[in-house]
């Protein structure tokens, strides 16, 4: 009788330390799955695995590119400043460039204006010294070579065109062109020299200086 109770009691123990809980991990617990249910859940944690991987790559992969992306802002920044800066340089300079060139160009203007008022100055006729026993009188070319201009003036209208209200009233200017020959013309006018001026005997001279040329310098240069 009391060897059947204590082989009852051992029996009993081996059950309770048995664990009934299909989720127990001990190997006692795995007794009571199957293999598809502990592959299934190898499977699971796997995945679960994968999961918490593909997620951590993800966020590693976020930061990264973000801080690819802040440099990439970053660089894109400073260049569009540098060539803002460049533009504005650029515009400077060209601003620089076009004020030069209208300086440039106003002194030009300057310069041909004073070349046109220096072709308008010509040379006052010279005063020749006529010889004279008594006394040296200094004459204007005009009266100096007066004969050789009655002889060798071979086109007198022009001359009198310049002279016109300039040196000659209306009255004397037809009076002078009324003339047959240019002789005549030139002595007609030569006979209202005794009027004239010092001013109007300069006027006289660039009037025939500018329609015979060739004449004047030969005359001069004798």
């Not at 330390?17 to 299934?40: A, C, F, Q």
């Not at 022009?158 to 004397?172: F, G, N, Y």
């Amino acid at each position: 009788m009391g060897r059947c109770q204590g082989k009852n009691s051992s029996n009993n123990l081996k059950n309770n330390m048995k664990s009934s809980d299909p989720n127990d991990p001990t190997i006692e617990g795995l007794e009571h799955l199957n293999p598809e249910e502990v592959g299934k859940s190898a499977i699971m944690k796997a995945i679960e695995s994968l999961k918490q991987d593909m997620n951590n790559s993800l966020k590693e992969m976020d930061e990264k590119y973000n801080k690819k992306f802040e440099e990439m802002s970053k660089s894109m920044n400073d260049t569009l400043g540098n060539q803002e800066k460049t533009i504005k340089q650029e515009m400077e300079t060209v601003q620089e460039l076009k004020t030069e060139m209208e300086s440039m160009k106003k002194t030009q203007n300057e310069g041909r204006l004073d070349m046109e008022n220096l072709g308008e100055l010509r040379p006052l006729p010279p005063m020749i010294s006529a010889s004279n026993k008594d006394a040296a009188a200094l004459l204007h070319f005009v009266d100096q070579y007066r004969e050789q201009l009655v002889s060798r003036v071979t086109s007198v209208d022009p001359v009198l065109d310049k002279l016109h209200r300039l040196v000659l009233s209306e009255e004397e200017y037809e009076a002078v062109r009324a003339e047959a020959t240019n002789q005549n013309k030139m002595r007609k006018l030569f006979s209202l020299s005794r009027s004239w001026t010092m001013d109007c005997k300069d006027k006289v001279y660039r009037a025939l200086e500018e329609t015979h040329p060739h004449l004047i310098r030969d005359l001069l240069e004798k």
